[in-house]
Structures are given as structure tokens and as C-alpha cells.
């Protein structure tokens, strides 16, 4: 990416993580959000 857009990955990771940390009450933090199980607890046919 540096060479591309002039920009360092490694530097944006960090600053995210350091927000992420802010909201958090820590120094560096890391965002997750949950997923549904996919096609989990179906009780009738998916296909024909």
C-alpha cells in the first residue's frame, strides 16, 4: 500500500485499534460484531 497510495497499513491498523481503544477504556482495542449461524435451527426443506 505504500507504494501504491502512499499510505502504511501497520499505521492505520494502530490508529483504529487505538480508538477502538478510547471507546473501550484501554489502549488498543479491536472490533467484533456476531454473526448468525448459517441455516442453524431450519425446521422445513431448503429445497424442493
Keep these: 500500500m505504500k507504494d501504491e497510495a502512499n ?3 501497520l ?3 494502530g490508529t483504529q485499534a ?3 481503544g ?3 477504556g484501554c489502549a ?3 472490533g467484533f460484531c456476531r454473526l448468525g ?3 442453524r435451527g431450519l425446521a422445513g426443506r ?3
Design 11 to 13: 499505521e492505520l491498523i
Design 18 to 20: 487505538k480508538f477502538r
Design 46 to 48: 431448503v429445497l424442493p
Design 7 to 9: 499510505t502504511d497499513v
Design 22 to 24: 478510547l471507546a473501550a
Design 28 to 30: 488498543y482495542a479491536e
Design 37 to 39: 449461524g448459517y441455516q
